[in-house]
């Protein structure tokens, strides 16, 4: 079962750098000093992203366990 432990490490890196790009994203967004509403919209459109990549970090922990209990 290494390789589940493996491909579930991989994933949640995966979404770890999805998160810190939305991070990234939000920070470009404050920093340009926009008005408030479109500060808004640009941070609305970032929170799908952001609950994607929560969830594949999540579902690559999913996977380290389940290799760990297997295994």
Request: net charge positive.
């Amino acid at each position: 079962m290494d390789w589940l432990i493996w491909t579930g490490a991989a994933v949640s890196l995966v979404g770890l750098a999805g998160l810190v790009w939305c991070i990234v994203l939000v920070s470009r967004a404050r920093k340009a000093n926009l008005p408030d509403e479109e500060l808004r919209e640009k941070v609305r459109k970032v929170i799908p992203l952001n609950m994607g990549a929560l969830l594949l970090s999540v579902f690559g922990l999913i996977l380290v366990v389940m290799g760990i209990a297997l295994g």
